[in-house]
């Protein structure tokens, strides 16, 4: 039988798990030509991840997928603290402090749900979106193009993946749920076909052991450590008070840590550390740990309260951490990586599946415009400046979380041991990096932090502050975020004080007509023949009364349609609004330029006055195509 002809797609995506469901989905809403493939025959049935940090949340909305999120998954609000008691008879609790501790999180809880329903969120909307995961299959060869014509060209299709779509293949899963991450080569053979295809973009999403990091001969930096983890999901009996909560346990017999799940299930993770043997390579021997021994450990640490597991567990697995960077996280930006395939780490602060999942939200975009002509290829390089930073972040974090939680505490008989303090002080000084809320993009050629005075509380780098306005035509509330939606488009926000007020008036006219004229950047660049708002959406917020605004008030080059005005009033229902301007610290006398990126983060921040002077222009300039006229 003859081979298939090749196939041609702009995107394709290796692996569907968090990173490469939340490509495909923002790949298929923009409407970009996009195939995911996944060598499990299946989604994930249980277990693996399951922790979503409140920034995470807000970027779910800005898809429009939080609902379901926030309706099946349980909510975290408080964590707890428990060390040795004086008496030497078990634990005490210590504190209970807020889980969030990032003051402007839209959402001050974290939710935890199993990692496949997760990932059955993404899938639906990908459906909805004509997007089906293709599986079981598994890449067998990648070839980039040596041809630098070709990786210049936006027409090409430089990358050359040759794909097993397999039959009858199953996962070698251990009964207990912990996957091997690998086909069972006896079933692999029989009907299986090759396919050849070719990508204008590949990203690998496939996960720690990444088939594509390895077949782009990306090196790991850092190392495997000795940690290894014993996880269980059951439905435990105890008289624990903070079961409901996250907590972490320091105890004399072991350490815990216990993660509140949807209904009444209970994550319990605890750290393995007696009775492991290391092969002649330092690979750990993980069948020594079984779920009883997990549950044993677990039970320890939590004396003189009970804990029972009248069920066997639901899920569980065991598996040691490696603590590691990508050395790259592209290779001539047209192949990619993103997930646990650039950056693993201990499950403690619950990052793994939100950092994965950002990755591929923070490249998605990027993708979009560089395929449509909007942006120059250098946009990609800033994926790798962004995201290796916040991984090496984040590992760093993890080393230093990894040695205060296995440490012993501070008792009568262990001086030396971890503190409460210690603990409790660096999970708390970095709840702005845990919550994903403080994440702050450095600059480069799409963060320009020069003019950050004019709005000191819209940090230049990190995601925009949520706050309630109020929409001029109909007084409707509005959370700002839910303007700034993941759509690919730049939200370019104009502060324009009180329209009604003399001095105002005369800059917002004339900001109104700059943005009209041919050279104003709404035209240069957006594409000839595209629709006006293609690519950037204008939005306006005044500060003028609600009971005396009119969107008339507001100039109709600000003013694209009358649902993107707005006033910052409190709302009539008096629950909330009237802050912004205070919040994000402009001054409604003066007023402000705020560029949001199409992932929610503050880029660019300029006066109103100088708009007519071309500043926008300059800063759009640096990496959007001028279009020709
Ligand atoms: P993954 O979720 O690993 O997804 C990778 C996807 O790629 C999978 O669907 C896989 O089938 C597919 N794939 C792999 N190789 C190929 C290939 N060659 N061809 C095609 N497809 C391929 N994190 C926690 O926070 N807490 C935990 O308790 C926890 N437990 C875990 C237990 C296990 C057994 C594993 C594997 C991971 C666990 N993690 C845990 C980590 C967490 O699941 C990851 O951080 C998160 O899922 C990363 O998402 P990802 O999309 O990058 O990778």
Request: hydrophobic share 40%.
């Amino acid at each position: 039988m003859s081979p298939p002809p090749p196939s041609y797609v702009d995107v394709l995506v290796i692996g569907a798990g968090p990173a490469g469901v939340m490509m495909g989905t923002a790949l298929s809403h923009a409407g970009i030509n996009v195939r995911v493939v996944d060598k499990r025959p299946a989604k994930v049935m249980a277990g693996q991840a399951d922790g979503i940090q409140p920034r995470t949340i807000e970027v779910f909305q800005s898809y429009g997928l939080a609902q379901r999120l926030l309706e099946r998954g349980n909510q975290m609000h408080s964590l707890a603290f428990y060390n040795p008691r004086r008496d030497g008879k078990g634990v005490e609790r210590t504190s209970r402090v807020p889980d969030v501790t990032a003051p402007t999180a839209r959402y001050r809880f974290e939710v935890t749900l199993h990692q496949g329903e997760i990932e059955a969120i993404f899938l639906d909307s990908m459906r909805a979106h004509g997007l089906e995961v293709e599986r079981p299959c598994v890449p067998e060869s990648i070839e980039i193009s040596g041809d630098e014509k070709e990786l210049q060209s936006r027409e090409s299709y430089p990358v050359k993946v040759v794909l097993r779509h397999l039959v009858d293949a199953t996962l070698d899963a251990a009964p207990n749920g912990m996957h091997t991450n690998a086909i069972d080569p006896s079933v692999e053979s029989s009907g299986s076909t090759l396919e050849t295809v070719y990508a204008k973009y590949v990203l690998g999403a496939d996960g720690a052991h990444s088939w594509v990091r390895n077949a782009l001969g990306i090196s790991l930096d850092g190392e495997q450590t000795d940690h290894v983890w014993g996880v269980v999901d059951s439905v435990p009996v105890t008289d624990f008070p903070d079961i409901r909560n996250r907590t972490a346990i320091h105890s004399d017999n072991g350490s815990c840590m216990i993660i509140p799940r949807e209904g009444d299930k209970v994550r319990l993770y605890v750290q393995i550390t007696d009775g492991l043997q290391a092969d002649d390579h330092g690979r750990i021997d993980r069948s020594a740990v079984t779920p009883e021994r997990v549950m044993e450990i677990a039970k320890r640490s939590m004396r003189p309260y009970k804990l029972e597991f009248p069920d066997p567990p639901e899920w569980w697995t065991c598996y040691v951490i490696g603590q590691r960077v990508a050395k790259n996280f592209s290779v001539k930006d047209r192949a990619f990586i993103a997930g646990d395939a650039c950056h693993t780490h201990s499950p403690k602060a619950g990052q793994g599946m939100n950092a994965s999942m950002n990755d591929s939200h923070n490249l998605a975009w990027k993708l979009a415009h560089v395929l449509r002509g909007w942006a120059s290829p250098d946009l990609l390089k800033t994926y790798e400046l962004e995201r290796r930073k916040y991984a090496r972040d984040l590992i760093n974090f993890d080393k230093k979380l990894a040695d205060l939680f296995s440490g012993k505490a501070v008792s009568p008989g262990n001086a030396e041991g971890v503190t409460h303090q210690e603990f409790q002080g660096l999970l708390q000084s970095m709840g702005g990096f845990t919550s994903g809320i403080g994440i702050q993009y450095i600059p480069s050629l799409i963060t320009d932090a020069t003019s950050q005075s004019l709005a000191e509380g819209l940090v230049i780098g990190q995601r925009f502050v949520p706050q309630e306005i109020i929409r001029i035509a109909d007084s409707r509330p509005f959370e700002i975020q839910d303007l700034l939606v993941s759509d690919t488009k730049w939200k370019v926000v104009f502060f324009v004080g009180d329209p009604k007020e003399v001095r105002e008036y005369a800059v917002v006219t004339a900001v109104g007509e700059y943005l009209q004229e041919e050279k104003s950047f709404l035209r240069r660049f957006t594409p000839k023949g595209a629709a006006k708002d293609a690519v950037f959406t204008i939005l306006t917020v005044s500060s003028t009364a609600k009971d005396d605004a009119d969107y008339t008030d507001i100039h109709p080059g600000l003013r694209t349609h009358w649902s993107r005005a707005f006033t910052d009033d409190i709302a009539i229902d008096e629950k909330a609004g009237g802050t912004a301007y205070r919040v994000y610290g402009i001054d409604p006398a003066s007023g402000a330029v705020v560029v949001c990126r199409p992932d929610g983060y503050v880029s660019f921040v300029c006066a109103l006055e100088d708009v007519t002077k071309g500043r926008l222009e300059e800063y759009f300039g640096k990496f959007m195509i001028a279009t020709k006229v």
